[in-house]
């Protein structure tokens, strides 16, 4: 049963910072790019960033978060991260890990076909 578990989430001031992490079992996670998406009230999931699966490169699928988050990953513990800084209110959402397929990150974000985690909450008050 492949399972992915996102923690990390919470209530943090703006300008404050969060870890998620994204705990993986079931599948071989070295073999799979992963990404984060979030999905805030009333909006579309969209995607974050993604990380090819031996963790050579990132792509950046949300220019706002630029600079701000990074995404890395340990495939000797099957866990995927999400350091957030400079935390904003338009970053409140719920954010989901993804295995998004095998080697390298989709060029443009992709929704199907990935398998997903329940998502894990941040909130960010002004």
């Known amino acids: 049963q492949v399972r992915l578990v996102e923690s990390g989430g919470g209530l943090v001031q703006a300008g404050g910072s969060l870890r998620l992490s994204c705990i993986t079992s079931?599948?071989?996670?070295?073999?799979?790019?992963m990404g984060w998406f979030r999905q805030a009230p009333g909006k579309e999931r969209e995607g974050v960033l993604c990380i090819t699966w031996n963790g050579g490169s990132s792509t950046y699928y949300t220019d706002s978060v630029k600079g701000r988050f990074t995404i890395s990953r340990d495939n000797a513990k099957k866990t995927l991260y999400l350091q957030m800084h400079s935390l904003k209110s338009e970053d409140t959402a719920m954010y989901y890990c993804a295995a998004q397929g095998l080697g390298n990150c989709p060029p443009t974000v992709r929704y199907e076909d990935n398998i997903w985690g329940q998502g894990t909450q941040v909130t960010v008050s002004s």
């Open positions: 079931g599948l071989t996670f070295g073999d799979y790019a």
